[in-house]
């Protein structure tokens, strides 16, 4: 395999004065409200560089758990002129085209029968349709030729232990060095709606590795923290791109991270309810699957958590930006339910999401509470965007001044 460095396009950190991270939660069809903020990102960065720049210019890392994993790969598989293939704003209505038919809905009588025989006797969709279309739109790229880097985590269920795929460390491990296409599908295998995901590799070395992947959102729903720690390897690796970082240098990483929503404020569920509970009702409980509810929200709600300790205890909270919403309520708090209206609604809720004031967590209580400031998440974006282009015109400045004078 080449040694495709992420940084092969892009300037690496060393050239600049940041490590820049964009996170994607998963969370199924509710990824339309993140194509919705990513769009105004993009759009911010545009009017200040161009209209042909794109998200996986200006981040050194883009990670995406389930559907944040497809649609990372969307940001950075590369086009045959070596440009990305999607540009942000076209997430949405990829997603108004495509879910529809990766959950497809019941009709007619079927529509009245109960659900609970079918997943008891297998997986609610089978994601033949999913797996045909990350096939034929990502095709036989692999993990080493993404435009930036990108870490994507999985679960192998053969292995009981996370899988994470990062371009990092495919450089360094041939056997992860996998399709992205395999990736994606193994990423979003959430449990009882699509089954796990077997494939084979045969790397550069002729070895064959195997992989039983289920849904990313068993290791990190949230992949911020993965993210990170892909990166401080790296510096612990002494990796040149890194230049002086330090490895608990995280003062230096500006991190932008985009959650799905959640029916957090709803309080869908009780103890005093759950009490009765036996393990069907855990797996389904009025459309809803408990048991996986509440692992990916505490994975969720942890890893904002532990990111929220850390940029304040190192005071450059003004470099980490979450963006999610927890009112959802009904049908938009579905992961699944993939009909014209619902799509159309979260489409709605990422436009208000974006006109919606900052909040950070509260560290004592957990609470999402608004900044004193009276900024709105779509003003916010803008100052990162401003912060981003000054960073990729540093770099490269930088990186030119070099190569005129390879003695610096």
């Known amino acids: 395999m080449a040694n495709d460095s ?14 820049t991270i964009l996170s994607l939660d998963g969370g199924g069809i509710r990824g339309t409200i993140s194509g919705v903020i990513l769009a105004c990102l993009e759009k911010q960065l545009q009017e200040i560089d161009g209209e042909d720049v794109r998200l996986a210019d200006y981040f050194d890392v883009v990670a995406g758990t389930s559907t944040g994993g497809l649609i990372t790969a969307m940001l950075t598989v590369p086009d045959a002129s070596g440009r990305p293939h999607f540009a942000a704003k076209d ?58 880097n990108v870490v994507i985590p999985t679960f192998d269920m053969k292995k009981l232990q996370p899988a994470i795929f990062s371009s990092y460390q495919a450089l360094f491990d041939p056997s992860l060095d996998v399709k992205l296409s395999d990736i994606c599908i193994g990423t979003s295998a959430a449990p ?57 240098g995280y003062d230096k990483f500006l991190v932008i991270s985009i959650g799905t929503g959640s029916t957090k404020k709803v309080e869908k569920y009780s103890a005093k309810k759950a009490a009765k509970w036996g393990i069907i009702s855990w797996l389904y409980d009025d459309g809803s699957t408990p048991i996986l509810d509440i692992t990916m929200e505490s994975s969720r709600d942890m890893i904002h958590f532990h990111s929220s300790v850390l940029f304040k205890a190192l ?94």
Do not use: W
């Open 6 to 19: 992420s940084c092969k396009r892009n300037k690496p950190p060393s050239c600049g004065s940041l490590v």
């Open 315 to 408: 005071q450059s909270e003004d470099k980490y930006l979450r963006i999610d919403d927890d009112t959802l309520d009904g049908d938009a708090g579905s992961t699944d339910l993939a009909t014209k209206s619902n799509l159309e609604n979260l489409v709605k809720i990422g436009e208000k999401v974006l006109k919606n004031r900052v909040v950070h967590m509260n560290i004592d209580t957990g609470a999402y509470e608004p900044i004193p400031e009276n900024v709105t998440n779509e003003e916010e974006l803008k100052r990162f965007a401003k912060i981003l282009s000054e960073e990729r015109k540093l770099r490269r400045m930088r990186s030119e001044t070099v190569t005129k004078d390879p003695s610096n």
């Open 192 to 248: 009882t709606f699509f089954p796990p995901h077997y494939f084979s590799n045969v790397d550069s070395q002729g070895k064959t590795s195997e992989f039983h992947l289920v849904d990313g959102g068993v290791t990190a729903s949230n992949p911020t923290l993965v993210a990170m720690t892909a990166v401080t390897k790296q510096i612990v690796k002494n990796n040149p791109d890194m230049g002086k970082l330090k490895p608990l």
């Open 91 to 148: 997430i949405v209505p990829f997603y108004l085209e495509h879910c529809p038919k990766i959950f497809p809905q019941p009709e007619g009588l079927a529509a009245l029968l109960p659900k609970l025989p079918k997943l008891l006797s297998g997986p609610k969709y089978d994601g033949k349709y999913l797996r045909s279309l990350l096939s034929n739109l990502l095709g036989e790229t692999k993990l080493h030729q993404t435009i930036t």
